[in-house]
């Protein structure tokens, strides 16, 4: 990654890991379950989404004639509402009924600390908070007098984020997926083509992530067809990192993805290495990022977003 994108994701991600502070229900609600939520939101991750989120907005804002610093401000709520929606997805995800996981960001997992049924609770309470988050005025995340989107704009970022992580998005992916895996005895498992396995990471990966795009855009008031040109962006860098992600898997030494390195082919889930092979898979994953940057340059968009997609594909970890 170069050193400019490296240090404007640092940013972001402090702002962000700020924010998230203050979004919990401290002193309002029980200890023990606001104690739960910390820990599967802070203390790692690489706030990928949120700093989607605010670049979406920081790189629209001309288009509307704000600032940039006003447009991080207003998408700021949304942002940590979509880093609320991802944890606890992963705070679910890693329980025993799933796949199941004792390590996420390097620490324990929610359930080993706290016990299943208290992380269970504790990602029904980072979900419904994350709408909570966004439809509160004043913002919880906000500093006083911080410039604020009108309610409409704000509930339509509510109505994008529930129907990615629902589901028609997050939630059908993941039930997909605990299909492809043999664990649903009412629904034998079922081999997996391409189409179907495009489908399942659109929803379960895919959908969040242009979710995610779509609101900071959305947040600072831009016309429809930016707003569309953005989602196509995240539609196709969200799926040359998945893509990315599945190679890595199985190039990847333990040491930069600091993962066991085949963990995804060893048990057995489908990969696009498996159908495609290596090259045949980068290949796709190249030919997704040219064609968000074409739609980027065509919306007259660019900078950051042209950097972070770019780094989709030289990535190692
Ligand atoms: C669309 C420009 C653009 C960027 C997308 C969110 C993202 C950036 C990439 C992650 C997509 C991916 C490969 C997901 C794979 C499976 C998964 C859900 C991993 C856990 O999410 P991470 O890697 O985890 O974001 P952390 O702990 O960093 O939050």
Redesign the pocket.
Known sequence: MSTNLSAYLQELRSVIDGALERSLPEGAAPTLVVDAMRHGLMG??????PC?TLMTAEAVAPLVGLTTPRARLMALPGACAVEMI?CYS?VHDDLPAMDNDTLR?GKPTTHVVFGDGLAILAGDGLLTEAFGLIAASPSPVAAAGAPEAPAERRLRVISVLSAAAGAVGMVGGQAVDLRAAGRVPSHPKEPMGERELRDMHARK?GAL?RAA?ISGAMIVGVEDSIVAAVDYY?QE??LA??II?DVLDVEGSADDLGKTAGKDAAAGKPTYPALHGIDESRRIAVDCVARAKATLDAAGLGGRLTE??DW?LTRTK
């Open positions: 790692g991750g690489k706030r990928l989404r989607l991802h992963l960001r990966t992530i795009a995240a860098v969200g990192f998945q992600d972070l997609a989709s």
